[in-house]
Nanobody, 112 residues
Framework: QVQLVESGGGLVQAGGSLRLSCAAS????????MGWYHQAPGKQRELVAT???????NYADSVKGRFTISRDNAKNTVYLQMNSLKAEDTAVYYC??????WGQGTQVTVSS
């Protein structure tokens, strides 16, 4: 069982930055593939970025060049650095481990 807790969401102006964190419980974090997803009101949950146990990363086209996913295995934490935020980035952001375990989500609101 893996428990995930996201933090770092909030309200920011367009063009600003936020860093989301996702802290994981358990001793197997270093071997887990981790991901960030977002869900805007009335829309389906969508992939934002993923990172494998070997630190290979993948991004949605809409965030390439603006967002960076990273992990710190010593802290059992995965991060999402979000720069140059746009109004369309407004959503609830979820952390996932192996697409099996999910956090409760953190709200990101970008004002234009």
């Amino acid at each position: 069982q893996v428990q995930l807790v996201e933090s770092g969401g909030g309200l920011v102006q367009a063009g600003g930055s936020l860093r989301l964190s996702c802290a994981a419980s358990g001793r197997i974090f270093s071997i887990l593939a981790m991901g960030w997803y977002h869900q805007a009101p009335g829309k389906q949950r969508e992939l934002v970025a993923t990172i494998t146990a070997g630190d290979s990363t993948n991004y949605a086209d809409s965030v390439k060049g603006r967002f960076t996913i990273s992990r710190d295995n010593a802290k059992n934490t995965v991060y999402l650095q979000m720069n140059s935020l746009k109004a369309e980035d407004t959503a609830v952001y979820y952390c996932a481990a192996q697409n099996i375990y999910w956090g409760q989500g953190t709200q990101v609101t970008v004002s234009s």
